[in-house]
């Protein structure tokens, strides 16, 4: 999962990392302070070297006051942009569907991401890029969209109806699941 969070990191171009050290509570001071060294060498070399690691548990809320502060104090607002046409970068996507789900039960494929401009509505067009990616009778590489319509969007449990940039988001459309299953549109 923190290879995965490294790799969105990248591709998001995120300047300002911050790397939480959580359930400290459960293991013993030398421990802590060896994961703590484990996590530097980790991301060594990453776009996340240098970044702050704070000790946490999350559980026990401690250290959570050092975390707010550093959020408020060191990392600006970033501008958003809600006028340009929308562009969500997919990081994850997937199939929500039960294996055995009963055809007019199932429901299409869902992109997770962030919106970088724009915003995103329920019952809203969409192009997915690059979309199905084939090789043609030469080998060369062809790109076909995917056309498809916003039936739902969610985050951090709540349903939207629009989505502005800013955080994570979950896109609910009427592509085919097969073709957002493990990651796929990514």
């Known amino acids: 999962q923190t290879s995965e969070h490294l790799a969105a990191i990248e591709i998001m171009k995120l300047k300002h990392i911050l790397i939480l050290q959580n359930k400290i509570d459960l293991i013993k001071e030398a421990q802590a302070l060896e994961q703590h060294e484990q996590i530097l060498k980790f991301i060594e070399g990453t776009v996340a070297e240098g970044a702050p690691v704070i000790p946490i548990s999350a559980q026990l809320k401690y250290n959570i006051e050092v975390v707010c502060e550093y959020i408020t104090k060191k990392i ?88 502005v940039p800013g955080g994570l988001i979950g896109v609910g459309t009427k592509v085919d699941p097969t073709l957002c299953r493990a990651d796929r549109m990514v």
Do not use: H, W
């Open 76 to 163: 600006p607002i970033p501008v958003r942009d809600f006028t340009s046409e929308p562009r969500l970068i997919i990081i994850r996507s997937f199939d929500v569907n039960k294996p055995g789900s009963e055809v007019e039960e199932l429901r299409g494929g869902v992109a997770g991401g962030s919106i970088l401009r724009g915003v995103l509505k329920v019952g809203q067009e969409i192009e997915i890029r690059p979309g199905l990616v084939s090789k043609d009778s030469e080998g060369k590489l062809t790109c076909q969209p995917i056309f498809s319509r916003i039936v739902s969007l969610f985050a951090e449990q709540n349903d939207l109806m629009y989505a």
